[in-house]
């Protein structure tokens, strides 16, 4: 008597990978601790003339706020590092960003815009989110060395000078944190506006 054929469900592969959605969760508590303690730190030596309310900061004065962010820094410049590092070996970011093409993104931003941008393939992104995620990226970056400038201007005096100066690399790092919070925002909308994708970055499909 022959033996019954075994039939295997195929193995499908995530759309996110464990250490994509580890490092992604990582980030994400990480950078809240970087933008409200750095609120916190713009209130007791302000940038710009202007203070954000106490309740979106953290640390409270001064000392306090140095402290949670230097605290969140080391966090996200590992987690970042670990994130680059398999994204580059791996080729994923070469599979999931590139190429962005000046029509690809036009048509995509006519199609959400009319309404028409499907959103049915999770594992592949549009030309609007290649730019962006590739720009959030090359941000932090900006955000990561015009915060060390900051952080250490007489020890990185020439990281300080080819930002421009000490006021200029504060402006620099206040501006490009600020991009990174309208990154954000737009993240989170279009999360809820297709819910099956935070799903997928929770459970990896």
């Known amino acids: ?121 999770l594992g592949g992104y549009n030309g609007v989110q290649r730019l962006l995620y590739l720009g959030v990226i090359v941000d932090g970056v900006l955000v990561v060395l015009s915060g060390l400038a900051i952080w250490k201007p007489v020890q990185l005096r020439p990281l300080v000078m080819l930002l421009g100066d000490f006021d200029t690399a504060r402006l620099i790092h206040f501006g490009a944190m600020s991009i990174i919070v309208g990154f954000l925002i737009v993240h989170v909308v279009m999360a809820l506006l297709v819910p099956r994708s935070l799903l997928a970055m929770v459970r990896g499909r």
């Open 1 to 121: 008597m022959s033996e019954p054929i075994s039939r295997s469900q195929p193995v499908i592969a995530p759309i996110h990978p464990t250490i994509v959605r580890i490092t992604h969760w990582t980030n994400a508590v990480a950078i809240l601790m970087m933008i409200s303690s750095g609120w916190a730190i713009h209130n007791a030596y302000p940038t710009l003339p202007f203070l954000f309310p106490s309740a979106l900061t953290l640390g409270g004065p001064l000392i306090g706020g140095l402290q949670w962010h230097f605290a969140a820094m080391w966090l996200v410049m590992a987690n970042g590092l670990i994130y680059l590092v398999y994204g580059l070996a791996s080729g994923r970011f070469y599979r999931k960003l590139l190429p962005i093409s000046p029509g690809a993104v036009f048509a995509d931003v006519k199609a959400a815009l009319a309404g028409r941008l499907g959103h049915a393939d």
